[in-house]
């Protein structure tokens, strides 16, 4: 292959590394805990997930018509 189409090859691979970088840093990961109590036993259980939280924007209001 030319040297061309090696540095394109180069150069499209660190761009589209450096997409999936900020679409990984874009959402911080929180996590949250709920106490579900089981039918059966009666035991009370902590059902825990990972959700992502997004950065909210600030800007200015809409004017209303």
Known sequence: M?????AL???NILAWGSVGYQL???AEKEKVC????????????Q???EIKKHKKLEGTEVPKK
């Open 2 to 6: 030319s040297k061309l189409v090696k």
């Open 34 to 45: 709920i106490d579900v109590k089981d039918a059966k036993t009666g035991k009370v259980k």
């Open 47 to 49: 059902e825990c997930k």
């Open 24 to 26: 990984a840093q874009a």
């Open 9 to 11: 090859i180069v150069v």
